[in-house]
Nanobody, 122 residues
Framework: QLGESGGGLVQAGGSLTLSCAAA????????LAWFRQAPGKGREVVAV????????YYPDAVKGRFTISRDNRNRLVHLQMNNLKPEDTAVYYC?????????????????WGQGTQVTVSS
């Protein structure tokens, strides 16, 4: 139901935009998020955009560098990533949750994409 695109290899300091297309969801009733998982580490949230239009949530590690946006008409969610660092290297997943507010735990999300690899070289 969710499919990511836009990953790739970029040098440190560069930018990438990830996109996620949704199908089979009543899109505007879902909170949407991007998570990432680096080798040997757990899955962590990097951005959440609520169903209600409030300003998005970002953890400190990416605040000021990543921007999440949603296009309810076209059922898309994007993650603009600027000033990328080698520690941003991970598989990035989009996810959808029916919870209100800013769900931040992976178990709060019922729909997931297959993931897209982002590699940042130093």
């Amino acid at each position: 139901q969710l499919g990511e695109s836009g990953g790739g290899l970029v040098q440190a300091g560069g930018s990438l935009t990830l996109s996620c297309a949704a199908a089979g969801l009543t899109f505007n009733t879902y909170a949407l998020a991007w998570f990432r998982q680096a080798p040997g580490k757990g899955r962590e949230v990097v951005a959440v955009i609520a169903r209600s239009g409030e300003p998005p949530y970002y953890p400190d590690a990416v605040k000021g560098r990543f921007t999440i946006s949603r296009d309810n008409r076209n059922r898309l969610v994007h993650l603009q990533m600027n000033n990328l660092k080698p520690e941003d290297t991970a598989v990035y997943y989009c996810a959808a949750s029916t919870e209100w507010g800013f769900p931040r735990e992976s178990q709060q999300y019922s729909s997931w994409g297959q993931g897209t690899q982002v590699t940042v070289s130093s």
